[in-house]
């Protein structure tokens, strides 16, 4: 291990000399250049980027006529030489080190920005291997390190932003600041680390290790939050490489700034409503759906999916599945809703909208894919854990029918609908549904009957308030995991339902289908379990 050497202090201001310019995407490159120019700092570049500037009539000078190495193997090697190494390592206050680079004539580069090879959006594009590997930046992610580990003297900028804060820096002070010199590199290293998690991701996957034995999580803020899911909690908002349409990649075109638990809500009714085919609304609340409805329209499904749980859905989060129209606009500005997240939304909508100034509205161009594999994580004390995505879809032909009485069809459509939702509800999930419409959903509780009887509880409430004895009444009841007893499936049964749902797969499987018989119901089981923790 090095020891720590015993360098002079770093100087508070440093005035920049030369700069190293190394750009993939050359986009206000000139600008930056002719800016760095006007303030007397000489420029150096690799070969496209030199080209670029040159043709902008400024001078630059090749970074081989500073190693006096062709730029050679196909770009792989360009700037990995000691002069360039040097000349950003070098501790310019150190003498061993003033020594060094003067017997190599090593001269100093204050100034770094680098971009990397496109390697996430190479991957994203879908091209093969090999462009991918040739995509492996290496000189760039050497150069950010180096000039980042000597920040004392260089300061180094991975984006245009970084560029921007050097340069108004200069133009104010002539200098730039030990303060501003270490944020830089703070942020230097995380676009390298977030680089090789994206690399070594990838290639993990290429080699179909679904556990390799190092695993990094990168992610660009979003936004910063006001707090976590409390006040006295910090929190932020990462969007990961991943341009899954969805919350993250949302735009919000009015209301107040998210939080953190409007994020995780959002992200929950998107995910439910994306399930969907037909026109489908989903109300969300502290993560789990009450009320969940299918229609003609949007309009429909929204008047459906709020009847089922009208006083949980207050200042809920409401996704739907198609873009909004002015008539859906107004059913759903009637209550108040935190957040409406959807696909889009016509002008006509958005003026609706703009009326409640506080209603955050996010659109997302696009729907999450359910089937789209990937992974979710969760942290626990000292660790996280990591899953694939839950892909499970079940269809007609996954159903066994294990009850003497077959379902119909309409109870089958309203099985999978049930089994859908069911998917999304925090376990023990029950979820009771007729007609694409929830009638009740039991979410979170410790034992699977506790979830039955709320749900029942909810379709009795929503029943009353429509005349009727229960919505349960004739609807098919789904759990997202076996029935270890009769017991919860009486429940469902006492509220109504006359067919079930749930993977099977219990020891005592014979004496709930005894007790599915003796009610005289149709049970399926799908084989799969959608447990949600
Ligand atoms: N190999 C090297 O020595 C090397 N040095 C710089 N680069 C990258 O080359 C790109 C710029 O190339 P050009 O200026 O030739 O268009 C930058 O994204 C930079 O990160 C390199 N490329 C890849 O490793």
Known sequence: MPAAPDFPPAPDAVRPVRALISLSDKSGLVEVAQALNDLGVELVSTGGTRASIEKAGLPVR????????????????????????????????????????????????????????????????????????????????????????????????VDRDAMDQVIAALTADGATSLNLRKQLAARAFARTAAYDAAVSGWFAAQVEDAAPLRKSIAGTLAQTLRYGENPHQTGAFYRTADRRPGVAN??????????????????????????????????????????????????????????????????????????????????????????????????????????????????????????????????????????????????PADLTIVTKRQPSDAEVRDMLFAFTVAKHVKSNAIVYAKDGQTAGIGAGQMNRRDSARIAAIRAREAGEAQGLPSLAEGSACASEAFFPFADGLLEAVAAGATSVIQPGGSIRDAEVIAAADDKGIAMAFTGARVFRH
């Open 250 to 395: 949302a735009r919000q075109l009015q209301g107040k700034e998210l939080g953190y638990n409007n994020i995780a809500d959002a992200d929950a009714a998107c995910e439910l409503v994306a399930e969907f085919a037909e026109p489908a609304c989903v109300i969300v609340k502290h993560a789990n759906p009450c009320g969940v409805a299918v229609g003609a329209d949007l309009s429909s499904a929204y008047q459906r999916a709020l009847a089922c749980d009208a006083v949980s859905a207050f200042g809920g989060v409401v996704a739907v599945n198609r873009p909004l129209t002015e008539s859906d606009a107004r059913l759903i500005t009637d209550i108040f809703t935190e957040v409406v997240i959807a696909p889009g939304a016509d002008d006509a909508a958005m003026a609706v909208f703009a009326a409640k100034k506080n209603l955050r509205l996010l659109l997302t161009d696009g729907l999450p894919d359910p089937m789209q594999a990937g992974s979710v994580f969760r942290s626990v004390a000292g660790g996280f854990l990591v899953q694939s995505r839950d892909l499970a879809r079940i269809t």
């Open 62 to 157: 090749d970074v081989a006529d500073l190693t006096g190495f062709p730029e050679m193997m196909d770009g792989r090697v360009k700037t990995l030489h000691p002069v360039v190494h040097g000349g950003l390592l070098g501790v310019r206050n150190a003498p061993a080190h003033a020594e060094a680079m003067d017997q190599h004539s090593i001269g100093p580069i204050d100034i770094a920005w680098i971009d990397l090879y496109p390697f996430e959006s190479t991957v994203e594009s879908g091209a093969g291997f090999e462009a991918c590997i040739e995509n492996i930046d290496i000189g760039g992610p050497a150069m950010i390190r180096s000039a980042a580990k000597n920040h004392g003297h260089v300061a180094v900028c």
